[in-house]
């Protein structure tokens, strides 16, 4: 991982959760970058995040840490239902945001997001570490370049077998659970970045005791004539993997595709290859540079990654939810 960036950005977490470990973790190996503070709605917990990072900054509330001049951007890691709100408080405070997926609950609340980033002109990003990871980035320039053609189908799933504690994120409805907006984002993310915005949506689902979706599968037809076979759940491990068809050939992403550590180029008529890729630590640096680079630049948002794309995606969310009869407490 390399960056031409001379400053030192100073980066600070809100909510100490799982991923903000992960994402803590990859950052001590992007140039540039200084885990500088945290904040929890619990001291002693972000103490206790903090110090394995030598992060010289805890806090018991994300408003102190928004407020307290020591941070340059923000990785907000809270449930999908927090977002917009963590999001508008930095952004209310001058402080570029990289905020988790899923980016919002709804359509709506992802526009008053992009609008405050806007009126503000102050940077907002959607994290999907997949648009930056170097496999992803090859198989785009092979498309590009029609080395397997037209792109005809593409067939994505991902899904594990979650225990079912109704009171967590995964599955509560108040923390906008389902594993559309946990998992299935991936596969429609990767349909999207390679297809475009769907013409056609038919979504079938599942719904576990709490109202959200446990198994889904979306089926969507796209103005060059490709179609994709989408599937997401919360009740089977599945391959979890992606195949591109195209005319002439076709591009299989490994297992985990999110997150590959390579993929099998097959043409038509010819020996499949197997291509291996860079997948550093656990692979969440490659967004971090990213977000770095558009701040030197003073973009407003990433030109990989733009604020429209985040609105489309969920924006199909919404409707694929409407098709499903999937509403969360706070819609009502
Ligand atoms: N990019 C990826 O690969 C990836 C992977 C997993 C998850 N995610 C996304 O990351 C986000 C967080 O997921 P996670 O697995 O890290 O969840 P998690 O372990 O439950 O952590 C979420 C954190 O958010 C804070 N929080 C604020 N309000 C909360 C509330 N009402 N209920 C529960 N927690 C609350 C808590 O931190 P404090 O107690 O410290 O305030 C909590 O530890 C989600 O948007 C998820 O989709 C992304």
Known sequence: MSSNNAVAFRWGIIGCGK??????????????????????????????????????HAFGSYQEMVSSGLVDVIYI???????HENTLLCLEAGIPVLCEKAFAINASMVKEMIQKSQEKQVFLMEAIWTRFHPAIQQ?????????????????ADFG??????PE??????????????DIGIYPLFISKLLL?????????????????????????????????????????????????????????IHSRFHETLGFTLQLTGEEPQSIATERLGWGYGYEALDVQRCLAENRVENDKLPLQFSLELMELMD??????????PQEA
């Open 139 to 155: 198989i785009e320039s092979l498309i590009a370049a029609d080395t397997i053609g037209k792109i005809v189908h593409i067939v």
């Open 196 to 252: 475009g915005k769907p013409t056609e949506v038919k979504a079938v689902g599942v719904l576990a005791p709490t109202g959200v979706d446990m198994n889904l599968s979306v089926a969507m037809a796209f103005g060059s004539g490709a179609t994709a076979s989408l599937f997401s759940t919360f009740a089977a491990q599945t391959d979890t993997t992606c195949t591109i068809y195209g005319t002439k050939g076709k591009i299989y």
């Open 319 to 328: 409707e694929i939810r409407r098709q499903i009869g999937l509403t969360y």
């Open 77 to 83: 890691a809270t449930p999908h239902a927090q977002h």
């Open 160 to 165: 594990f077998l979650a225990d079912y504690k």
């Open 168 to 181: 967590e994120r995964l599955f509560n409805p108040a923390l906008t659970g389902g594993s559309l907006m």
């Open 19 to 56: 991923i903000a470990q992960k994402f803590a973790d990859d950052l001590m190996n992007v140039p540039g970058a200084v885990l500088h503070a945290v904040a929890s709605r619990d001291l002693a917990k972000a103490q206790a995040f903090a110090r394995p990072y030598d992060c010289p």
